[in-house]
């Protein structure tokens, strides 16, 4: 059983720029979801993303947008970057349904 | 929208100690899960217990065990007998009903130090 991985670690970006952002789901997940955390803050869901569709979102703006592929690994991709898009990003892989499904999430990439 | 409170930026406690870790939490809703989650410096959230808010025995696992008090949205976690490996930020967290996949609503946290 794999676990969730995600890429790159660390990176760093100019304001303005464009940056993506992947994960590799645990195996046997179905669906994706996407958190911000800023530092010393607890995380802030993005979106998830369920059979190549997002399903639910959070309060964050059209220029962060992902992907999931039919192999459930996923991108999240943020436009137009800006100094307060700096945080810790983490992915984490679920089932949709069932009781209290646990979430396995990832490392994290780290934007600056 | 529901919201999760953490009241305690910081807590402390003795190795081979007792702490206990407050969460409050704010919902409309009759069909929830509660989890508190642990975040050591490798910045990789590991779950650390889970409460379906159906069940009224308090979850236990090994030294982790909760006080689900739903009336009053409150839930917090007990760690016996801390060992240096409990130090982390730990993070109440909510989801909805039982088809909310990945989507939780997170605390602010708790930095948890454990004193040798």
């Known amino acids: 059983e794999t676990g969730v991985t995600q890429s790159p670690t660390h990176l760093i970006k100019t304001r303005g720029q464009q940056v993506t952002l992947r994960c590799s789901s645990q195996?046997?997940?179905?669906?994706v979801s996407w958190y911000q955390q800023a530092l010393g803050q607890g995380p802030q869901f993005i979106f998830q993303?369920?059979?190549?569709?997002?399903?639910g979102r959070g309060n964050f703006p059209p220029r962060f947008s992902g992907l999931q592929f039919p192999n459930y690994s996923s991108e999240l991709n943020v436009n137009a970057l800006e100094l307060d898009d700096s945080a810790l990003y983490l992915c984490?892989?679920?089932?949709?349904?069932?009781?209290?499904?646990?979430?396995?999430f990832g490392e994290g990439s780290r934007l600056t | 929208a529901q919201t999760v409170t953490q009241s305690q930026p910081e807590m402390s406690v003795q190795e081979a100690e007792t702490v206990t870790l407050s969460c409050t939490y704010d919902?409309?809703?009759?069909?929830?899960?509660l989890f508190w989650y642990k975040q050591p410096p490798s910045r990789q959230m590991i779950l650390v217990i889970r409460?379906?808010?159906?069940?009224?025995q308090n979850a236990t696992e090994n030294r982790f065990s909760v006080n689900f008090q739903k009336a009053a949205k409150s839930f917090s976690l007990k760690i016996s007998d801390s060992q240096l490996g409990d130090a982390a930020m730990y993070f109440c967290?909510?989801?909805?009903?039982?088809?909310?996949?990945?989507?939780?609503?997170f605390g602010q946290g708790t930095i948890l130090t454990v004193h040798p």
């Open positions: 984490a892989s679920s089932h949709l349904a069932g009781a209290a499904g646990e979430l396995f």
């Open positions: 195996s046997g997940h179905n669906t």
């Open positions: 993303y369920y059979r190549e569709e997002e399903n």
């Open positions: 919902t409309s809703e009759s069909d929830y899960y």
């Open positions: 409460q379906e808010a159906y069940k009224q």
């Open positions: 967290a909510y989801r909805s009903g039982p088809f909310s996949g990945g989507k939780l609503t």
